[in-house]
Every structure is written in structure tokens, then in C-alpha cells.
């Protein structure tokens, strides 16, 4: 379970201070398919961040699936990421010219996983994505559609508990966000949890809930079909 | 993370610019070569002269005047310019007619300008006796050696270095012709063949060799020695022949107390031991003006790998992103540095081997041919060490800088 409370994040600029996020509070569920939504400087960016234990809160309290976070040193936070946390980014972020094959591995090589039982996993992940045979290309010869695919199954070989998807169709065709969208709404039914950032609102229906933030605080917080007829119908 | 995987990341990071790696570990490359390539020239002449003096005989020991302060390698009191008497034609006496003593000769040496028609050089001569040269084992090239007539006669004749003979008549035959030596004539009657480093590193082959009585009287005005040069009975141990020498000197300087000696032996074990200790220190000396090209070539890794970093940051903030730690990082960007040093490293020594290798050849050809080809160990595992290390403290700054990298900000750099 991930429990968030009164979770504050300022920075500093130039001698003044901003807060991305004002004391926010809220609880995932394991099996969750969250989509945190907001405008552009509402924060959802910050929270994911803050969420997947890439960033520190300025104050508040964060536990993943028991682990606080303040009580963790940044190399504890960085063993979690490794064997709890699925990530897919916006831009991919894969390495561009090593294979599909290297690029799932990548989780792996940080990991006390055997040699031999991980080129198993590497395969059974290129394999749930499809790419299969796209196991010795280069990762910079793909699409975009197929370059998102091998960052799901980076994302899954590691067998996380949460994958965080940050804008993951943003930089996609609609043909293939729709795409990647299935494989994401497929692994929550598989039983992970899915949090996924977005501003389209198209991609947010995929999820079941939806955290709206505005300025830094949660705006709305509920079903994704309650809120997405009563906010956007007719849009 | 693993070493193996952390060497498989780091290989796979350089042959993704293989040019930079390459250009990158140049420096290094040049810099081990160079290192190489000194030490075995260096180490080539050290064994030529230790070989020039080994050559001379085994069984030969040396007495110059004045003691030695402090170790065996301190220079005598004569190195300093100052003149002691002590050795005297009685020494010489006495020397020979002790059995554990085959042969003995007396040496006094002096600086003037020689003169041969328009060549004019400056030049070292020896006052020697016929037995210096069977001592030393000179060998004649052209015309002959000084003998006991030369000597009893105080006959102005002179043997030639081969270096002096070539700087006086060039190309012309210097046998039966005269030169000039501190406004005295002197007719050359021989020419040695070339002879490299004499005993106490001197330069034979600049050296013009006269009459002693000669040089005492009618050159320098004295009747003492600079030298005596002493062929032991084989018959007899080194360390006997020592002792007797000591005790006749002692005993015809009226010398009670050892610590007031006034001369010093010394073996050709000795000489062996100061001209290696020489050799050394202008082994580690040229060394380490190489050793400058390796620090600028470690600059140059640890600047580049500063350049790498700074293009790698999307790619540190994956990593972090994904599970690698602080150490992780530092691991795989210090792998690369170690990988770009020891590979350059490696290139150096096969390329400071080769070019010592046709230095070799060129030098026995044209120039030296005892010159022997050597390449020691210590100089490769040092280079190999060196380089290593080089990697290791030149890619620990960037290595940091890249681990320190906060992956939020690492993924979003632009």
C-alpha cells in the first residue's frame, strides 16, 4: 500500500522559495490503476517523482508498501527502485544503440539475479511485449510504438509491485498510445499497480482512479468515470 | 552491481565512441612509450658500461689517494680538485714485490689543449707505464702501446683515444705524426681501439696517454701518483689482495690508526657497484621526464571522461532511475577510465618495445655494436601500474560528478 500524507515539496530559486505540492494526502491500494492529472506546474511531475523515490518530500510522511521513506538512505531508496518499481518515461529513455535485448536487461545488472535466470527474464519480457524478435536490434531502429513497448518490459522484468508511467503516450501516434495503453490496462488486471501521469484525457480513461491536482493540492480525488463525465463531458 | 557486468558495461559505453576512446587513450600511449622506450635505452647503457668495466678483468683493484668520507660511493677528496701527494714511486715498490701482486702501474692525469695543425680540442692525458695497459687490458688499433723504454728514456711520444685521434687528424693517419700537447711536441705511435668507460667512468677514448715520467716532470712538476692500478695474483682472494695493499700502505705512510688512512682501495666490484648506482639514477631521472607526458595524458582521460559524463546525464539518470546506486555509477565510469588507461598502457609498452627495438638496431649498426636490446620487466609491470593508476586517480572526479547526479534532474537534461 502506498500512503502519502501531508506531503510538502519546496524549492528553492534565487533566494525565493516555491512549493510544487502543499501538504498532499492520499492512499493507493496494491492493484490500483491511478492517473494523476493536472495542468502544467500542478505538481504531477513532482509527485511521481516523489512517489517512485527518484525525490525527497520537504516535510510530510511517505511509506511505500511499508518502507518510509525518510527513514531510508539513498542507496536503500535506489535497492527499492530496482526490485519494486517498474518505470516508462515520456521520451522512452532507452539506451540508443544497445539492443532490445540490453536495454530490458538494464534493471537486471543492478540486481542480485543470477546471470542465467535473467537472460530468462529479459526474454519472458521482450516476449510479453511482442518484440521477440526484435531482440538484437538496436533500440535507436525502432519506432516509437516498439521503443515504448521495450521500456514496459524493462519496466516488467524486474517483476515490480507499482510501474510508473510518466506521460508514457505523449511522445506516440494515437494508433500506437492506444497501443501501449492496453499493454499497461492488461498488467493492472494482472494484478501490478499502475501509476500513470498524464494531461490527455483520452489516457486517463484507462485508469480506474484519478488524483486531480491544482497548484500544488489535490483538486479532485475518485473514480475515473465519475470525475471524467462530470469534468470533461462534452470536451 | 558485478565486476563482470560492470566491465561489460563499461566496454560497451567505449565502443559506442570509439574514436573519443581511441583519441583519449593517445595520451597515455605516448606517455607509457616513452617511459618504456627510456628505461630500456637506459637500462641498454647501464649494461654496456657495467660490460666495458666487467671486461677489463676481475681481479683488479684500485688505489687513489685520500680517504673516502662516508660511504663507498662518496667521491675521494682528488674528485674535489684537491691535490694529495701520498702515493709515492715507494708504494709502487713495495707493491711489487708482495706475491699476492702481479702487476702494478702508476697513473697522474692532466687537463690541456691539444693541437694537431688547425684542430685544437681539449683533452684529458693519462702519464701511464707499458703495465697500464695490460691492467686495463687496452688493446693497440694503429701503431703501438707505451713501454718501459718510453718511460726510462722520457721519450715524448703519446697514444691516442679513438675519439681524440678522430677529433685531431679526421680522416688522416695520426701514426708518426706530431702534435702539440702544453707546448710540448709529442709523435704519436699508436691509436687504441674504441674502449668506451674506464674505471671511475673515465672517457678513454677522449684520453691522450704520454710517458709518466714524462707527465710528472716535464707536464705537471710532480713526482706523486693520481692512481695505482693493481692486477692481484689469482692465487689469491680479492679481499687478501685488500689487505696486503692496506697494510703496506699503512706501513709505508707510518699510518697507526685506520680511521687516519690516507688512501682508498677500491675493487672493481666497487666501481661496479658506484658506476650501476650512476646508471640508476639516470634511469629514474629520464624516467621521469617521461613520467610528464603521463600526468598530461591522465589530464586528458580525466577530461574527456569530464565531457563524457556531461553527454551521458540522461543516460546516469536511467540508471539511478532504474536501481543503480551512487556506487554503481562511480563503478562503471571508473571501469572506463581504468579500461581506457590499461589498453593504452598495453598499446605503449608493444610500441616503446618496438621503437627501443629499432633504436637497437640503428645504434648497434651505425654506432655502438656491443649496444644489446633490453627490456626489463620492472619498466612493464611499472608502466602497467602507472597506467592503471593513472585511470584510477584521473577518473575519480569525473566518476563522482557523474554518481552525484540527481535522476530526477539527470532525466530531464536536455
Known sequence: ?235 | MKVSDSLKTALTGLKHAKTRAILTMLGIVIGIASVILLMSIGTSAQKLIISQVEDIGSNLVFVIPGATQGSKFSPPASAFGIIIKTLKERDLESFRKDPSIEKVAGEVHGQARAVYGNNDISATYNGVTGEYFEIINLKVKKGRLLNHRDNETMTKVAVLGSESAKKLFGEKEPVGKNIRLKNHSFKVVGVLAKEGTGVFGADLDNTIFIPILVAQKQLLGVNHYGAIFIQGNNNYSIEFIKSRITSILRQNHNITNPDKDDFEIRTQEDVLAILGNITSILKIFLASIAAISLVVGGIGIMNIMLVSVIERTREIGLRKAVGATNADIMQQFLTEAIILTSIGGLVGIIGGAGFSFLIYLGISKFAVSDWTFALPLSSILLALGVSTTIGLVFGIYPARQASKKNPVEALRYE
Open chain 1, 1 to 235: 500500500m502506498i500512503l502519502v500524507e501531508k506531503i510538502s515539496r519546496n524549492y528553492e530559486n534565487d533566494g525565493s522559495e516555491t512549493q510544487a505540492l502543499k501538504e498532499v494526502t492520499f492512499k493507493i491500494n496494491s492493484g490500483e490503476f491511478v492517473a494523476i492529472m493536472g495542468p502544467s506546474g500542478s505538481g504531477k511531475s513532482t509527485l511521481l517523482h516523489i512517489l517512485s523515490f527518484m525525490d525527497r518530500a520537504s516535510t510530510g510522511s511517505y511509506s511505500f508498501f511499508g518502507k518510509k521513506m525518510e527513514d531510508m538512505n539513498d542507496t536503500e531508496l535506489a535497492n527499492v527502485r530496482n526490485k519494486e518499481m517498474g518505470f516508462v518515461f515520456q521520451a522512452f529513455n532507452l539506451l540508443g544503440r544497445s539492443t532490445v535485448y540490453q536495454n530490458v536487461e538494464l534493471p537486471l545488472l543492478y540486481s542480485t539475479i543470477l546471470p542465467s535466470e535473467r537472460k530468462k527474464l529479459v526474454e519472458k519480457a521482450i516476449n510479453d511485449v511482442g518484440l521477440t524478435e526484435k531482440t538484437n536490434v538496436e533500440a535507436s531502429r525502432l519506432s516509437g510504438g516498439q521503443k515504448q513497448r521495450v521500456a514496459i518490459a524493462r519496466a516488467l522484468v524486474n517483476n515490480p509491485n507499482v510501474i510508473f508511467a510518466d506521460e508514457p503516450t505523449g511522445n506516440l501516434d494515437s494508433h500506437s498510445g492506444e497501443n501501449i495503453m492496453q499493454i499497461l490496462k492488461k498488467l493492472n488486471e494482472a494484478g501490478k499497480t499502475i501509476i500513470l501521469v498524464t494531461h490527455e484525457t483520452y489516457t486517463a480513461q484507462f485508469a480506474k482512479r484519478l488524483i486531480r491536482l491544482k497548484d500544488g493540492e489535490i483538486e479532485i480525488d475518485g473514480e475515473v468515470k465519475n470525475i471524467l463525465s462530470q469534468t470533461y463531458e462534452g470536451k
